[in-house]
Nanobody, 111 residues
Framework: EVQLVESGGGLVQPGGSLRLSCAAS????????MNWVRQAPGKERELVASILDVLSASYSDFVKGRFTISRDNAKNTLYLQMNSLKTDDTAVYYC?????WGHGIQVTVSS
C-alpha cells in the first residue's frame, strides 16, 4: 500500500522559511519521480516542484530561486525547503507520486 505522510507545515511570517518532509512507503522510492503540489483556497492545484534525481529537479516559475526540492533515498523521504516565503505561498502542500497523494499539510504565510 502506497503511503505518503507530509510534515513540517505551519504558520510563518513573510520572508521566513519552512521545510516540508514527506515520508514514503509501499513502493520503490529511489526509482520514482516525486512531486510537491499545492492548492490555495479557491484556486486550482499547481505543481510546485518535481524530482527524480538531483540532476532532474524542476520548479514552477513562481518558486524558482526560493524553493529547493530534495530527497533522501536511504530514508525514503522527500523534502521541500521553502525560503523567502510570500503570502501567495499560503496553501495546502501535497506530496505525490503518479495518482497517489498524501493527506496534505497546511502552510500559512502571514504577518
Amino acid at each position: 500500500e502506497v503511503q505518503l505522510v507530509e510534515s513540517g507545515g505551519g504558520l510563518v511570517q513573510p520572508g521566513g522559511s519552512l521545510r516540508l518532509s514527506c515520508a514514503a512507503s509501499g513502493f520503490t522510492f529511489s526509482l520514482s519521480r516525486m512531486n510537491w503540489v499545492r492548492q490555495a483556497p479557491g484556486k486550482e492545484r499547481e505543481l510546485v516542484a518535481s524530482i527524480l534525481d538531483v540532476l532532474s529537479a524542476s520548479y514552477s516559475d513562481f518558486v524558482k530561486g526560493r524553493f529547493t526540492i530534495s530527497r533522501d533515498n536511504a530514508k525514503n523521504t522527500l523534502y521541500l525547503q521553502m525560503n523567502s516565503l510570500k503570502t501567495d505561498d499560503t496553501a495546502v502542500y501535497y506530496c505525490t507520486i503518479c495518482s497517489y497523494w498524501g493527506h496534505g499539510i497546511q502552510v500559512t504565510v502571514s504577518s
